[in-house]
């Protein structure tokens, strides 16, 4: 396939994109897209050599293979490498056996599989993730594993049996694909975005641009400037306004995968799409972008868990430029001698290409192998304060476990086995004392249970169930049937979730905690949500006393890393204090309109913010222990502290009344 210099320009314009959006310079909110473009002139480009091959009756699986070593392995494994050096240093044990396996995933080509395990993209934890990118490059070796030689029997196929079964099939694919992506993007967004048989149809899609080019020649026309331009349209309209609700990939997909062809099949160096992307800057930074792609997010990482005192976009910016340096000496050190068949024939190659697996995947392992002897010596290297902090979070550590006795129980569901076992309780110790609502419930109904033994106390809730979001399937609308006709069961109710649920948006509840802490007090309460809330609280006191315990101060903040900050109190920002104390005054403007509406003796409202998590500036940690397990969960030691208060507040008596 005949160099075309635009083709590089149009990388430049996917990797600027891609490390924009790491950096999160608060724009280009669409910029992972980029990778999109990646894939469509990937396919685009290997199809077209492959054709050319078969045509000229030179094709040889080893030969492809060949290249895509030459190509990938040599700057991954670079990469990977100078990692391992670097987090041993800047991470903590938790964060360097994550890297570890990354890196064990990213050799072997699978980091796909791994991140669509264990987390999801978009998540506050690939900010902390150096190789989280690696995922776009495990996709593209599997497909072309498989490609070449499917390719080769098509070709094949379709000389012996009179047929276009290339044509067809990669139409075939191309569709199946892309009906996989959308159903996906709508049903199930992790598997979608990291798995190859939903990414697969936009490296199809360049393949069929690929033929079209083999069989027919670039398309001719006054039309192709115009075309190239809305081509550039297409995808500037995609980084900048498109974000991940979209859904990617899937059907608004289409938009970037459709500019990049147009730029692939129309763009040439005298209209004005093409002479823009053959400046030469931009030809230039397509060049390195392979090697931009791999250093940029490492560089990121370190950066943000280091320099903790510089101004965040300062930094990024200087990191992205780092990163393009970075870039331009692995290319010409690294890249550029191993393309060169001169440099090694294909059997000294192959060992290589070995090594350069083989050996970082046996760091990662090695590491991952030996994490407690790192542990011990992170330990043992941190200061005094830093070392009790970090001891008092291994402590609380995942401590998040429900008390559990035979009449301190808890159900998501209401069945007859919890119905019997509720009823047995309320006969030997009295009317039962029921929380419900979010994960916060839990909290809650630990804090009373080690405060109150005597009582009989049930537990119905579940993580993420809310009434005022909707959620189908759990405890909320079940809880209002089972209550009638059964008062007499119950001393109280108690309604509590997280209070940043109510500032959120009503969206999938993978991004809300993100959004929330990232927010830095800034975005609008959700008064509709507030609404619906009071409205359920409204309709369990109709049933039963009812109390809606209000909000408490949440840091949002990763409790394991605060064994680096300075010496002294450990302060909750002001930024959180201040937005759970304007979700507060929200939820205390809706229950002002209870008077006069709501049935005698309830519902009763219970600051948090006043009665239970007050002073928050204090409350991080006390007596050398985390209140906090993570950003808004108490440990065991925050309950036992807040749990008096709680019985205070509500009332509680360590006998039935």
């Known amino acids: ?43 685009f480009l290997i199809t077209g050599i492959l054709l050319d091959d078969l045509a000229a009756d030179r094709f040889s699986v080893l030969h492809f293979y060949e290249r895509r070593a030459r190509r990938i392995l040599p700057a991954l494994s670079l990469v990977i490498l100078v990692c391992f050096p670097v987090a041993l240093v800047v991470f903590d044990p938790r964060r360097f056996d994550a890297f570890a396996e990354s890196a064990v995933a990213a050799s072997l080509f699978f980091a796909n599989i791994h991140f669509w395990q264990t987390l999801d993209y978009f998540n506050a934890q690939t900010t902390v993730l150096p190789l989280i990118h690696t995922w776009s490059l495990a996709v593209e070796e599997q497909y072309y594993f498989v490609f070449p030689p499917v390719l080769w029997l098509l070709w094949r196929a379709g000389k012996r049996f009179r047929g276009d079964w290339l044509l067809w099939a990669l ?52 039309w192709t400037g115009p075309a190239s331009l809305l081509g550039l349209i297409l995808l500037a309209g995609t980084f900048q306004f498109m974000d991940k609700s979209f859904g990617f990939p899937g059907p608004w997909t289409l938009i970037p995968v459709t500019g990049t062809l147009l730029l692939l099949l129309c763009a040439r160096p005298g209209g004005l799409a093409g002479r823009f992307l053959t400046l030469r800057p931009v030809v230039g930074i397509g060049l390195i972008s392979y090697s931009a792609y791999l250093w940029h997010q490492p560089l990121f990482v370190f950066a943000r868990l280091e320099a903790v005192d510089v101004s965040a976009g300062a930094l990024m910016l200087v990191m992205g430029l780092l990163s393009l340096v970075l870039a331009w000496a692995s290319w010409r050190f690294v890249e550029r001698p191993f393309r060169d068949r001169t440099f090694l024939d294909r059997r000294q190659l192959f060992a290589a290409a070995l090594a350069m697996i083989l050996v970082p995947a046996a760091a990662g392992g090695v590491a991952s192998t030996y994490g407690d002897l ?13 070392r009790a902090r970090w001891l008092a979070w291994e402590a609380v550590r995942d401590a998040h476990a429900l008390v559990e006795a035979p009449c301190h129980f808890t159900a998501t569901d209401i069945d007859a086995a919890m119905h019997e076992r509720l009823v047995s309780c309320a006969e030997a110790h009295g009317p039962v004392i029921l929380l419900t609502g979010d994960s916060h419930a839990g909290d809650v109904f630990n804090a009373i249970a080690r405060t109150l033994p005597e009582r009989a106390i049930v537990l119905l809730a579940e993580g993420g169930c809310r009434p005022g979001q909707g959620y189908a399937g759990c405890h909320p609308a079940p809880l209002l049937s089972y209550l009638r006709g059964r008062e007499a069961l119950f001393d109280t109710v108690v309604y ?5 649920w109510y500032w959120i948006a009503d969206r999938d509840p993978p991004f809300g905690r993100w959004a929330y802490a990232l927010s830095e007090g800034a975005g609008e309460i959700n008064g509709e949500i507030i609404d619906r809330t009071a409205d359920y609280v409204e309709a369990l006191s109709r049933l039963a006393p009812t109390v809606w315990l209000g909000p408490r101060y949440e840091p949002h903040i990763d409790v394991g890393s605060l064994y680096r900050r300075p010496p002294g109190p450990i302060l909750m920002k002001p930024e959180m204090i201040d937005q759970i104390s304007r979700v507060e005054a929200s939820v205390q403007a809706r229950i002002a309109r209870w008077d006069g509406e709501a049935p005698a003796g309830g519902p009763r409202y219970v600051s948090q913010l006043e009665e239970v998590t007050r002073e928050p500036e204090a409350e991080l940690m006390r007596d050398g222990a985390f209140l906090y397990n993570d950003g808004d969960h108490w440990s065991p030691a925050g309950e036992a502290f807040f749990g008096a208060r709680i019985v205070e507040a509500l009332g509680l008596e360590p006998t039935a009344r």
């Not at 992790?190 to 079209?212: C, D, I, K």
């Not at 790192?374 to 830093?386: D, H, I, K, M």
């Open 1 to 43: 396939m005949k160099y075309r210099a635009e083709i590089d320009g149009l990388r430049a314009l996917a990797v600027l994109p891609v490390i924009v959006f790491h950096a999160d310079l608060g724009f280009m909110a669409g910029g992972f897209a980029g990778v999109d473009v990646f894939f469509v002139i990937s396919g």
């Open 171 to 222: 139409i075939l694919a191309t569709l199946g694909s892309f009906a996989l992506s959308a159903a996906g993007s709508a049903l199930e967004l992790r598997s979608n975005f990291y798995l190859l048989p939903t990414r697969a149809w936009e490296m199809l899609a360049g393949s069929l641009a690929a033929l079209h080019v083999h069989r027919h020649g670039l398309p001719v026309g006054r």
């Open 374 to 386: 790192n542990r011990r010596v992170f330990v043992a290297a941190l200061g005094e304060e830093a």
């Open 496 to 500: 509590t979730q997280a209070g940043f």
